[in-house]
């Protein structure tokens, strides 16, 4: 869907207008000179020309025109848009500088915690007036990525050509800061009047480019991964967005804000929790100490954690509900292949077959199943200096749609069979 909706299909002039330069062209007066009868044509379809250039002006004034609202209000403002002399120039009228560093320098959204986070995927006329020059040539998903009060915090957009190529856009207020190890004086681009700063990193298998520019301000960052096409195309896109001008962030707010916890709790308050509490363990043991609760809930995920300690020694215990995505891992005990970890040495990346990975790593037994024989295939010890060598296990028990997830280290076997059998008459 484009942004603005065409404002005119036709260009008409006043009927007694159109009549007089229709006659003007088509009839011969009979007492005109040789050179006005010559050129009255040519007059005519001047006429014309301005007159519809007239209407077109007067129809269609640079700066004035609004765009259509949802719910998202209005997304791009016409006064963002730089000055450029030329709608129509393409990457060649400007020269992008990639510097060559060393490893990853985009910013790392891993390390970035988002208060409250919650997020929506936006509509596909909202991503057409967020990315007005690139909409049509390109694929584009966007998801506005909100604090837990409803602010924005970023956009984050997978564009990909008609070659396949997948660049990653974020925008958000302000600039975006790259990661240490870049130079404080790095190269900068001029893109119709905007400094873009660039860069670029290998590895084994292709390059990676980078670039990042402010306008108006708004930060963008791009990010695309492969060979000088990818290249090519980021900087293309570095341009198309410069010219379609910055959008106003203030006008994406969430249709709605879903229930968010982020509770730290006490151990009294995570068992009294409605959903989970009643699947934390009564008896602990003997050594360990409750350390941390927290309560956490968003469109995702839910679920309630606990975790005692012993030294360096913990017990790390999660109760959710069942998710799709989990159920794969769930097995019979016959099933020995998919949980037994005698069967595979130390170090179990390199001994546990690929295709077993997931659920080897993480099996999930169904509470009615459970022995002790079950959990000591879950046990093992590791020598490593400076560490306890206590056993380590991680596994999952399902009763009914709830899931414990118990991930180990220094407890023995039989206490954690006894901490789980425990909660089999809370279904």
Known sequence: MKLYKDYIDNISVDDNLHYKIMAAVTSKPRYCSTLIRRYATVFACLIVMLLGTLTVAKLLPYGTITPPKNQFGVITPSNTKPSITSPNDTQSSYTIVFTKVA??????????????????????????????????????????????????????????????IITNITIQKG???????????????????????????????HN???????????????????????????????????????????????????????????????????????????????????????????????????TWVNGMDYIEWKVSYLMPDDKPRITSTEQTENYDLSLYPIPHAQSVPAELRKIVTDPIFRIEELTREVVMTRAYKVNDAGDTSGYRMRFSVLYGDI?????????????????????????
């Open 403 to 427: 899931l414990v997830v118990v991930n180990i280290k220094g407890a023995d076997p039989e206490s954690v069979y006894n901490m789980l059998l425990s909660l089999a008459d809370t279904q």
């Open 208 to 306: 990676h480019y980078y670039a990042s520019f402010e306008l108006n301000g708004v930060g963008y960052s791009l990010n695309a991964s492969g060979d000088e096409t990818a290249k090519d195309e980021l900087s293309a896109l570095v341009s198309f967005l410069i010219k379609g001008g910055a959008p106003d962030l203030d006008a994406i707010t969430p249709t709605a804000i879903p229930e968010l916890r982020e509770d730290a709790l006490t151990l009294d308050e995570a068992r009294s929790d409605t959903d989970f509490g009643a699947y934390i363990p009564i008896n602990i043991p003997a050594g360990f100490n409750f350390e941390s609760s927290m309560r956490f809930k968003n469109q995702e995920r839910n679920n309630l954690r606990v």
């Open 103 to 164: 490893g990853n320098i985009s910013y790392d959204k891993g390390k970035i915690r988002i208060p409250g986070h919650f997020w929506e995927e936006l509509p596909s006329e909202v991503v057409s007036a967020l990315f007005p020059e690139v909409t049509g040539s390109r694929t584009l998903e966007a998801t506005a990525n909100f604090t837990g009060d409803g602010t924005l915090y970023n956009i984050e957009s997978i564009c990909k050509n008609n070659n396949g």
């Open 175 to 205: 600039t975006i800061a790259l990661d240490k190890g870049v130079s404080d004086k790095p190269t900068t681009s001029d893109v119709y009047g905007i400094p873009v700063t660039a860069f670029y990193w290998e590895d084994d298998d």
